[in-house]
């Protein structure tokens, strides 16, 4: 299902902002207009996974101090991850900061958590290390860093925290945005719907998976930046889709082997 808002302007930000985000995800595959979402291209369908954009917040700077403008209040966001856990969802993608320690929120993500959904949030676009202090730091979910098209992590983008974090490119990223427009943007909000896109089709391959063997074969089967294994600057490294869809088939093949001997 996807929900929207009226909005006076179609270039208003928070519109950009969320169709960009959905662009690349779920773009249509092999129409030749555009861009390919990730998410659609196993199979050329939309893998079991729902973006949850129910809220987006906007920075800025009056009087010399940052200023956060909050579009939807955090109990519409809880109800937006409820209502994706309800539907069945496997991943819920979280492409927001700034909220801090809501307690809607948090019970909303044990929520899902608790109906098999996997997390996955934005690590936000404040270049500071994000500590282990927000009620985000938890072993069921996972968080997403920004990496540039040389994989060195973004400038913008958080870093740091608890061990449950994983890159994704979110630098100068091209998807659509309305009235039938495509544009570039930047921000962790970008790299999140790309570590969903994986991890539902990794999903897809195996329905069963629990959220956190999504998870960590996600972690598995990164292409590790920076000091080697798991870093501060890039979690456990740069998400790669073909080696986490390979190893996911390699093991479907084992276990059928097995089963048949």
């Known amino acids: ?23 690349i995800m779920v773009a249509t595959t092999g129409n030749k207009i555009g861009i390919k979402g990730i998410a659609t291209t196993y199979n050329n369908n939309v893998a079991s996974a729902l973006m949850v954009q129910a809220a987006f917040n906007s920075e800025e700077v009056k009087d010399g101090k940052k200023v956060i403008k909050q579009y939807f209040k955090d109990e519409a966001m809880a109800k937006g991850i409820k209502y994706a856990a309800d539907k069945g969802c496997r991943i819920v ?3 927001i900061s700034g909220l801090g320690g809501s307690s809607a929120v948090s019970e909303a993500v044990k929520y899902a958590l608790g109906k098999g959904t996997l997390v996955v949030y934005a690590a936000g676009n404040d ?4 500590g ?15 990496t540039d098209s040389d994989d060195n992590k973004s400038g913008f983008s958080n870093y740091g925290g608890a ?8 630098s100068d990223i091209y998807s659509t945005v309305p ?17 969903n896109s994986v991890g539902a089709m990794v999903a897809a391959i195996n329905p069963s998976l629990e959220p956190q063997g999504i998870k960590r074969l996600l972690q598995n089967t990164v292409d590790d930046l920076g000091a080697s294994g798991y870093d501060d600057t890039f979690g ?10 390979k190893v996911r088939r ?7 082997k097995e089963c048949r001997s």
């Open 163 to 170: 061990h449950n974090k994983i890159s994704a490119p979110g």
């Open 93 to 95: 993608g979280l492409s």
């Open 250 to 256: 390699s093991e479907e093949r084992r276990v059928g």
């Open 132 to 146: 282990e202090s927000s009620y985000r730091e938890n072993k069921n979910i996972l968080a997403v860093i920004s």
């Open 236 to 245: 456990y490294g740069r998400v790669n889709a073909w080696r986490a869809v």
């Open 179 to 195: 009235n039938n427009s495509y544009s570039h943007k930047s921000g962790t909000s970008m790299a999140c719907p790309a570590v």
């Open 1 to 23: 299902d996807l929900h929207s808002f009226p909005t006076r302007r179609s270039s208003d930000l928070r519109t950009c902002h969320g169709s960009h985000v959905m662009g």
């Open 127 to 130: 270049s500071k290390d994000i």
